[in-house]
Nanobody, 116 residues
Framework: QVQLVESGGGLVQAGGSLRLSCAAS????????MAWYRQVPGLQRELVAT???????NYADSVKGRFTISNGDARNTVNLQGNSLKPEDTAVYYC??????????WGQGTQVTVSS
């Protein structure tokens, strides 16, 4: 059974930085794409950033220039570095992974709170 486990969430002051990590277990396949989403209660889950296994990254306009997604050193791991954090970045951040659109997985989420 594939599991995605996020770590690194917490409380940070506006203007600060945070690094989230996600590690997968139980998959014998290399994910073709990993991503970070975030969700505020009452709102739809929104895409933050994606990265392919080859390292091609894309970002939501709201985080461009502030967030960096990267593949981890270990297979099927992904990181998200957030800088210049704003209160509107407060959300539960979810790790997502897929294998060429055939299988996809979600983590349980990690809370990020940015205080003003």
């Amino acid at each position: 059974q594939v599991q995605l486990v996020e770590s690194g969430g917490g409380l940070v002051q506006a203007g600060g930085s945070l690094r989230l990590s996600c590690a997968a277990s139980g998959s014998i396949l290399t994910f073709s794409l990993m991503a970070w989403y975030r969700q505020v209660p009452g709102l739809q889950r929104e895409l933050v950033a994606t990265i392919t296994s080859g390292g091609s990254a894309n970002y939501a306009d709201s985080v461009k220039g502030r967030f960096t997604i990267s593949n981890g050193d270990a297979r099927n791991t992904v990181n998200l570095q957030g800088n210049s954090l704003k209160p509107e970045d407060t959300a539960v951040y979810y790790c997502y992974a897929e294998v060429y659109g055939l299988m996809n997985y979600w983590g349980q989420g990690t809370q990020v709170t940015v205080s003003s």
